[in-house]
């Protein structure tokens, strides 16, 4: 696929204490399987090899309509969205079923329209569409086909857009597993890494249980509440050979564990029919608290569409826009530290200039403070 940023869309991230623990939806659980295509895993065909398979848990006391909600994959390090679709309650037909809702303390199931496995076909409430189905009034895709093709070194996003229609407007990164703009290497430096990591909480040393987003069935830890709304640190050193971890670096088990691998066993033996996938829609080891939802949605939405940053890509110089917004600061992050900042001067309205001439080309964070510090949002900027 060509390269190019118009799917960026100048798309937000959401962070900061207007974004309260338990007020919004996150994912729970991720499923990248093992298995082999046309092997017969205990379905009514024999696997596709597409086993894959993520869970969105509400955190909250209220129903959740699901229509401004999408999933995205960024794959293999790029910067730009290669998959997103809508998320849409229905049948492996692709038909409507029901209310587009998630009832309070509930999960939704999002599988790969090709998975055969009886743990994931009965726990889905959506089989994604084709690999490569172009957006259409008969389908939910947004951009490129079904996500829920991803594999270990490929960074998936939960997206609301503000409009309340997936697909319109700029969307609101909700969550976010892997590291956009990365692409995790094998040991070997190949190609085909994954996003790994151990935790002293899991084990040290030789008991050390290993968190991966490939060939492993791994769940949100059940303390956690809320999504990763700022695109992480590189999990390794950029162009290191063999990969060697960033101190501060992204670690996928900080967040998750693992409750099923195909790669059983010390020595990392094979077998992928062992892999498990029957905690998929529940997420009942949840321990942390439950909010209101709708506290999220009035608050951020408002400052967000007061607030535009242009342009995209930009080079040399950008504009952030203030308008009916009282702004304390601004300041432009990437994976590496490298940052620029501006104060405003809280007045509701003005524009502020940045000069990124010194910026490399790539992804940057726009963070975005208000006047009382109670609301935060990041907007994405390209330099070229």
């Not at 204490?17 to 399987?33: D, K, V, W």
């Not at 569409?129 to 947004?142: C, D, E, G, Q």
Request: proline content about 6%; some cysteine; hydrophobic content about 35%.
């Amino acid at each position: 696929m060509k390269k190019n940023y118009l799917m960026l869309s100048a798309a937000l991230l959401l962070a900061g204490a207007a974004h309260a623990q338990g007020t919004e939806l996150f994912f729970s659980e991720y499923n990248e399987g093992a298995h082999q295509m046309g092997q017969p895993y205990g379905g009514a065909t024999n696997s596709t090899g597409n086993e894959r398979a993520l869970e969105i848990f509400n955190p909250t006391n209220n129903i959740v309509n699901l229509n401004p909600y999408s999933v995205r994959r960024y794959s293999n390090g790029d910067t730009f969205i290669f998959q997103e679709e809508k998320v849409f309650r229905s049948d492996a037909s692709h038909v409507a079923v029901g209310a587009n809702t998630l009832s309070p303390r509930s999960t939704f199931v999002i599988a790969c329209g090709e998975a055969t496995l009886p743990d994931i076909v009965s726990a889905a409430n959506q089989f994604c569409s084709p690999y490569a189905t172009p957006p259409a009034a008969s389908n939910p895709v947004i951009i490129g086909g079904g996500p829920i093709y991803f594999s270990g070194d490929d960074a998936m996003a939960l997206v609301r857009y503000p409009s309340g229609t997936a697909g319109v407007g700029n969307g609101v990164i909700v969550d976010l597993i892997g590291v956009i703009g990365e692409r995790p290497l094998l040991q070997s430096c190949a190609t085909g890494g994954n996003w790994s990591g151990t935790n002293p909480l899991d084990g040290t040393g030789t008991s050390a249980v290993f968190v991966a987003s490939a060939n492993q069935s791994i769940t949100r830890r059940a303390t956690v509440s809320r999504g990763i709304t700022v695109n992480p640190a590189a999990q390794n050193v950029p162009a290191s050979c063999p990969p060697t971890r960033a101190a501060g670096g992204y670690n996928i088990s900080d967040e998750w564990v693992m409750y099923s691998t195909a790669f059983n066993g010390p020595g990392g033996v094979s077998n992928p029919g062992g892999q498990l996938y029957n905690q998929l829609g529940n997420h009942n080891d949840y321990t942390g608290p439950f909010g209101t939802y709708q506290a999220v949605l009035s608050t951020m939405s408002k400052f967000d569409s007061n607030i535009s940053v242009y342009p995209n890509p930009a080079h040399g110089t950008a504009t952030v826009e203030i308008k009916d917004a009282k702004v304390g600061s601004v300041t432009i992050l990437n994976n590496l530290g490298q940052r620029i900042s501006a104060e405003a001067k809280g007045q509701g309205q003005e524009k502020l200039q940045l000069n990124i001439s010194a910026l490399k080309p790539g992804l940057y964070f726009v963070q975005i403070l208000s006047a009382d510090g109670q609301t935060k949002i990041y907007k994405e900027l390209v330099v070229e």
